[in-house]
């Protein structure tokens, strides 16, 4: 069995899907793992350090010639993959439609690892909540880089420096980090979610849950996720969220509801009300935003707040990002490499099931299909 690890090609991607710690463990399974020369290198991971972990360093045409091909994002050109290939990354499917018709064009089993029903067994493979991890824990240190104030209370000669308040709007794992970071730096930390079971995790970390005057402001729907508010709902939601900016220094804004566009819940007349100086990052980019005036990929001010709308956090943090990813990969592979090193595709597991867009021509994944076939480019 040859596992192959090409050097990703998505603009701005510096993590490797495979860290010579996660090979040599494949290794002693009987598995040849062949890496694309610089592979690693962005993250930190050198040739020499796959080398010593009993890696193959190859050119990028043997990398893709592997039985399985680890990525972090899709391959620049799906058809240089091996053709019959079993291919695991993170594909977004639900917004890729034409690249996952080039998948099954090549035939390839692809595995898309943020499909992963979110069970207890499929825990230590779950990339979204590592990648949730790195993004939460790098939006506080960007904001704190951003803002003109410091983030713990100090006691100088020079007199007494308040603490910096963060407001954290959304307490899943991103949220969950970004409070932890925001405490560790001495902040005074608020935070809200619409999933009232969030408070203990929200305090126990050494924040305050803020609280609605009433208590149906929850939405919480399958699978422990959030849904969308009634009109009503969202409405005494935002003014809510408007009281508390005033005093704010810093947002990070984490409110997701998956298969949607992020919930807006900072209008511009909001941003007009906060303190000058003040900074919002925004994590939610990438969906749409949190904040109406985010725009994805870019910093803009606004009525002296700066408001952050940078993706792909997880790659300013390459090393331990590439560490966590791999992994969850490796945990994945569990599933399909047997004991004699063999392949075996198990379609009854949930987890093969769940996370399979591809196989053998066709796309198996009933999401997936209805998305294809509706026609998206
Ligand atoms: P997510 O990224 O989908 O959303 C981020 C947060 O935004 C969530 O906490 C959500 O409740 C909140 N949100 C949505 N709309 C909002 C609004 N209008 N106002 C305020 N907050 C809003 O969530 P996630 O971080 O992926 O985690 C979601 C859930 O999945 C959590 O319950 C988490 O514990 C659970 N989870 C389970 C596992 C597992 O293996 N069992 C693993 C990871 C996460």
């Not at 392949?343 to 009854?348: A, H, I, K, P, Y």
Request: with cysteine.
């Amino acid at each position: 069995m040859i596992v192959g690890v090409p050097r990703e090609t998505a603009a701005g991607e510096t993590r490797v899907a495979l860290t010579p710690d996660a090979a040599k463990r494949l290794a002693g399974k009987g598995v040849t793992v062949r890496v694309e020369a610089g592979a690693g290198t962005a993250a930190g991971y050198p040739d020499a350090a796959y080398q010593n972990a009993g890696c193959e360093v190859t050119d990028r045409a043997q990398a893709l010639a592997g039985d399985i091909v680890l990525a972090v994002q899709a391959p620049a050109q799906p058809e240089t993959v091996r053709e019959g290939a079993v291919l695991i990354g993170a594909f977004a499917p639900l917004t890729n439609p034409g690249l996952v018709r080039a998948f099954a064009q090549r035939k390839l089993t692809t595995f898309s690892l943020e499909l992963l029903p979110r069970i207890t067994r499929a825990q230590s493979m779950d990339i979204l909540s590592s990648m949730s991890t790195v993004a939460g824990y790098k939006a506080v240190l960007i904001a704190a880089a951003a803002s003109g104030k410091f983030f713990p209370m100090l006691v100088t000669a020079a007199g007494t420096i308040a603490p910096s308040r963060v407001f954290v709007l959304g307490a899943g794992v991103a949220g969950l980090q970004a409070i932890a970071t925001a405490r560790r730096l001495g902040a005074i930390v608020e935070a809200f979610d619409v999933r009232p079971a969030v408070k203990e995790q929200v305090e126990s970390l050494g924040a305050k849950f803020v609280a609605a005057d009433t208590s149906d402001l929850t939405a919480e729907g399958e699978g422990g996720y959030a849904k969308e508010m009634s009109e009503e709902q969202h409405r005494r939601e935002l003014e809510l969220i408007h009281g508390r900016l005033k005093d704010t220094d810093v947002v990070i804004a984490t409110a997701l509801i998956p298969g949607k566009p992020a919930p807006r819940l900072i209008t511009a007349a909001m941003v007009r009300d906060m303190k000058p100086g003040s900074v919002i990052v925004d994590l939610a980019a990438e969906m749409g935003g949190n904040c109406e005036l985010t725009e994805k990929g870019k910093d803009v001010v606004h009525h002296g707040v700066t408001i952050i709308g940078r993706t792909n956090l997880p790659a300013t943090t390459p090393h331990d990002a590439s560490q966590m990813y791999a992994r969850n990969l490796t945990a994945f592979l569990g599933l399909l490499i047997g004991k004699e090193g063999q392949l075996t595709l198990n379609f009854e597991d949930e987890i093969i099931a769940g996370t399979c867009i591809t196989h053998d021509g066709g796309i198996p994944h009933a999401r997936v299909t209805q998305l294809v076939e509706g026609g998206a480019a």
